[in-house]
């Protein structure tokens, strides 16, 4: 299945580490990366910023070498609206 099979669409997911931490991210506006983790007590170990009892998030950039990523891509089916 390629994204022209499915009209173009492509979920694109990130994951890593942070420092040694598993981490969730999201491209940022600034160039880099949001993190979250829910690896609370390691996460703030290593400098990032808790947010709630269970979940970390913090902001790092792209090229910080304590952050190692990989992306994935996957093709996705095309959304289509509801028939009328």
């Known amino acids: 299945m390629t ?10 997911d ?3 580490e942070y420092r040694g931490v598993p981490v969730q991210l999201s491209p940022n506006f600034a160039g880099g ?3 979250w ?9 290593v400098g990032l910023t808790q947010t709630e009892a269970t979940r970390v998030h913090d902001a790092v950039a792209a090229d910080d070498p ?3 990523y ?3 891509r996957e093709p996705v089916p ?3 609206a509801p028939a009328a």
């Open 3 to 12: 994204a022209t099979d499915v009209g173009g669409v492509i979920r694109i």
């Open 70 to 72: 990989r992306q994935t």
């Open 33 to 35: 990366f949001e993190l």
């Open 37 to 45: 983790s829910s690896h609370v007590e390691d996460a703030v170990r």
């Open 66 to 68: 304590d952050l190692v």
């Open 14 to 16: 990130y994951e890593g």
């Open 78 to 80: 095309f959304p289509t």
